[in-house]
């Protein structure tokens, strides 16, 4: 008979939940944002029923508590497009005491009356699809966020984890060569990428590179569903940008906007963001599964020889990043294409969104990719 196992961090299994929200998607939210705080949303009198795609409609926040970062302004006004929660969401906060996760974003753009580009700092509230963006403030939520907090600080304190000595050769290598011509960038970029899981945790660990790119090109695999493009194409000006674009691809994970560039403040958010990916997920994510038999011995083929224990894997390496949002997803469904096994879930009929998906080596049982659709 076969056992299977799997690394867990402790961090992320710790505090299953914050008054009924998942609390492994809260430290997500709280990873991705600048400022989080206690306050009263107020919202303008004609607010359209869904956010206009494309568009950016705005709200008050009356802050009446800090919980992350700093603000020296009683009220902070914030914007939010289509793909943000939805005006529904917002206008049944109103007037309401809420806990907010913000952003801050560098919003560059160019003047013609002046000539010149002209640089403004907006709040957002962080992506949806991160984690949630508000919750009720009660007394055991907001506690719980502060738990939360000071354990994620902690761990930026503590020791980088342990990374295979000869993953980093191979990785800091391919960095060295996005600095040296377009070529070896895009050979770099595209060995980086098939190194998968496996080379996560040392990319996180050498990522924050301000050295400037040999061409501020990078084009990766469109993996979403029914994608219009096969391709995917962005402007990273440092290195640190296209890592962040291919842990990313990797992962399913975002932290911050780099995939065209940014502020040397936006670089440190997303830096800090997968350090704590790292920290909290990282070693349950990249740990092998290991399979025996009741002997001790492992297998000399199949180590995952069927759909069930494709899945089993890939729910492994899912819970600790995505946590409650899965059993949305059920069923799950796996499917042997050559030596890889392709996981993902469902969603139900007439639902829009993406799922969480896997991709599995059937020979060794590797997790090659984890990712969530849009």
Known sequence: MLAFCCAHNAQAESGDRVTGVDSRGVWRSIADSDLVVVGVISLP????????????????????????????????????????PTTQELRSSKGLERVVFLQLLDMARYDTDQ???????????????????????????????????????????????????????????????????????????????????????????????????????????????????????????????????????VTGMRFGDLDNGGSDAM???????????????????????????????????EFVPDEETAI?????????IFGDSLKNERPFHAKLVGDVWYVEGSLPEGALGGVAEAEIAKADGKILRVSHGQ
């Open 45 to 84: 009198n004609e607010v359209p029923t869904e956010a206009p795609g494309g568009s950016d409609l705005h709200f008050t926040i009356k802050i009446n508590q800090v919980l992350y970062g700093k603000s020296q302004q009683p009220d902070i006004a914030v914007q939010f497009d289509s793909g943000s």
């Open 115 to 249: 000539w010149k580009t002209i640089t403004r700092k907006e709040w957002y509230l962080v992506n949806y699809d991160v984690g949630p963006a508000t919750l009720e403030a009660s007394t055991e939520v907001i506690e719980n966020v502060k738990g939360i907090v000071a354990r994620n600080e902690q761990s930026l304190h503590e020791r980088f984890p342990q990374t295979d000595p000869k993953v980093d050769a191979q990785v800091q290598a391919l960095i060295a060569d996005m600095v040296k011509d377009p070529e070896r960038e895009r050979s770099a970029f595209s060995q980086l990428e098939a190194l998968g899981i496996p080379a996560v945790l040392s990319t996180i660990r050498y990522m924050d590179d301000r050295r400037r790119l040999a061409e501020p090109v990078i084009s990766l695999e469109n993996k979403a569903r029914n994608a219009f493009e096969a391709r995917r194409f962005y402007g990273p000006k440092l290195v640190v940008d296209a890592l962040a674009a291919i842990l990313n691809q």
């Open 267 to 301: 670089r440190d958010h997303a830096v800090r963001g997968w350090r704590l990916y790292a920290h909290v997920v990282g070693q349950a994510l990249v740990a092998t599964p290991v399979f025996a038999t009741d002997q001790g011995r492992v297998p000399k083929k």
């Open 312 to 320: 089993k894997i890939a729910e492994a390496a899912w819970t600790p």
